[in-house]
C-alpha cells in the first residue's frame, strides 16, 4: 500500500487542522496516525479499523482530535482541534493488514512520508 499525507501547516494555539492521508488502497486495513517531535520516538495518534466502526485515540489526543475514513476514495483524515505547542510533530500515515489497529510501529508494514504541524504563536 502507499500512502500520501498532506495538510500539515503552521497554527497558532487553539487553533485547528485537518491531515489527509491518501492511500494506493484501504480495504481490509486497519489506517493508523503517528507523530515524532524533535529527539522524541515516533509514538502512536490514532487508529481507526478497516471498517471504520472503531476509533482510538492516545490520551493525549483525545477530544480534540477525530479520525475517519472515506474507503470508497481511500482516503483517511485526522482533524485536529485545539491544537497545543506539544503537538508539534511530523505526522505519519500507516497501514496495518487487519481490521484491527495496534499501538505499536513495528505492526504496520506501509508509511506515508509525513507531514510536518507546527502549534506556535
Known amino acids: 500500500v502507499q500512502l500520501q499525507a498532506s495538510g500539515g501547516g503552521t497554527v497558532q494555539p487553539g487553533g485547528s487542522l485537518r491531515l489527509s492521508c491518501a492511500a494506493s488502497?484501504?480495504?481490509?486495513?486497519?489506517m493508523a496516525w503517528f507523530r515524532q517531535a524533535p529527539g522524541q520516538e515516533r509514538e502512536f495518534v490514532a487508529g481507526?479499523?478497516?471498517?471504520?466502526?472503531?476509533?482510538n485515540y492516545a490520551d493525549s489526543v483525545k477530544g480534540r482530535f477525530t479520525q475517519s475514513r472515506d474507503n470508497p476514495r481511500a482516503t483517511v483524515y485526522l482533524q485536529m482541534n485545539g491544537l497545543k505547542p506539544e503537538d508539534t510533530a511530523i505526522y505519519y500515515c500507516?497501514?496495518?493488514?487487519?481490521?484491527?489497529?495496534?499501538?505499536?510501529?513495528?505492526?504496520?508494514?506501509?508509511w506515508g512520508q509525513g507531514t510536518l504541524v507546527t502549534v506556535s504563536s
Open positions: 500507516a497501514a496495518r493488514p487487519s481490521f484491527w489497529c495496534s499501538l505499536l510501529r513495528s505492526e504496520y508494514t506501509s
Open positions: 481507526i479499523t478497516s471498517t471504520g466502526a472503531t476509533q
Open positions: 488502497m484501504t480495504n481490509n486495513y486497519c
